[in-house]
């Protein structure tokens, strides 16, 4: 990601926001599903994804599929800008301090956990104001708990100051970060193995997105009780693991990974074709314009394009 001319990664920036909003196109339906499972306690509304899936439109209509998904559209578009730009920034400091432009794979596993530490930032308030939207079945929408995004916000700052709007930001943090950086050690393994044709790219980025979540779906079970609590329920994160896992087992630690998997491997892929796409749009407009470019725009196949 980036180039020579583009040194700051305004380039990345720019194609990581774009291809945020791919991602959460392609993802939310999954997402809900994914936060009514990890949620409720087992088995008690739902007996499995598809039966979420079942109840959740006869009751509420599909258009409760993409629930809360304002809230995150705002913070995804700058969040995978984060994400796309902290890889960027991470390769270019590891390629000047190394002295070669050549990126491991351990190097790029590298600037994945930089990426993640990025994205974090916004993700996760915007994480906690996504799930208590999608919690909020039509009976709880007309008793008025929440209208909307800036409700939510207004009404957690109220019940618990700024700490509450961030609340399970950290956990969040123990999500993305790990998982990104085996992200990108996996989506490079492959494009270098079998090639960065838009095929490769787009089962490249859903393969690496399922172990993503692999990685994740623990804390993300943690995080979303953890978001999801009334106010003072909890006093951290850690009082929800040993509670999870004296009435739900191991299992429950990986509730919600059905639709959580085929949402990684659609949106991840959708994503990744979507970045490397802007970029080649990047690198057209720059051959029309005569600029020199004298490294390669997409630094996520760097160690091919030399």
């Not at 599909?62 to 995978?80: H, N, Q, V």
């Not at 087992?249 to 659609?266: D, E, H, N, Q, T």
Request: some cysteine; hydrophobic content about 35%.
């Amino acid at each position: 990601m980036g180039d020579g001319q583009d040194p700051a990664g305004v380039r990345a920036f720019v194609a990581g926001g774009v291809s945020g909003t791919a991602f959460l196109v392609a993802g939310q339906p999954f997402d809900t599903i994914k936060v009514r499972m990890q949620h409720q306690a087992r088995g008690t509304l739902y007996k499995s994804s598809a039966d979420c899936l079942y109840k959740t439109v006869t009751r509420e209509g599909a258009r409760a599929l993409f629930k809360g998904m304002s809230t995150p559209l705002i913070a995804c578009i700058p969040s995978y800008a984060l994400w796309f730009l902290g890889h960027d920034h991470a390769i270019t400091l590891q390629q000047r301090l190394l002295g070669r432009q050549e990126m491991s794979l351990w190097n790029h596993g590298v600037a994945g956990l930089t990426a993640g530490v990025y994205m974090v930032t916004i993700l996760g308030p915007g994480e906690r104001v996504k799930c208590l939207l999608q919690m909020q079945t039509e009976s709880g929408r007309r008793e008025g708990k929440y209208k909307g995004p800036i409700d939510v916000i207004k009404k957690t700052y109220r019940e618990g100051g700024i700490r509450s709007v961030f609340r399970g930001t950290l956990v969040t943090g123990l999500r993305d970060v790990p998982g990104s950086g085996m992200f990108f050690i996996l989506y490079e393994s492959i494009i270098r193995r079998y090639g960065d044709s838009p095929t490769t790219i787009t089962v490249a980025g859903g393969v690496s997105g399922i172990l993503m979540w692999l990685v994740g779906v623990p804390p993300d079970v943690i995080k979303t009780r953890y978001q999801t609590a009334p106010q003072g329920k909890y006093r951290s994160s850690l009082q929800i693991i040993p509670e999870l896992y004296k009435s739900e087992g191991v299992g429950g630690f990986y509730k919600g990974f059905g639709p959580s998997g085929i949402r990684a491997f659609l949106a991840n892929g959708i994503c990744l074709l979507t970045y490397d796409l802007v970029m080649k749009t990047f690198r057209k407009l720059d051959s029309l314009t005569s600029f020199s470019i004298t490294q390669p725009t997409n630094k996520l196949h760097s160690s091919q394009r030399h």
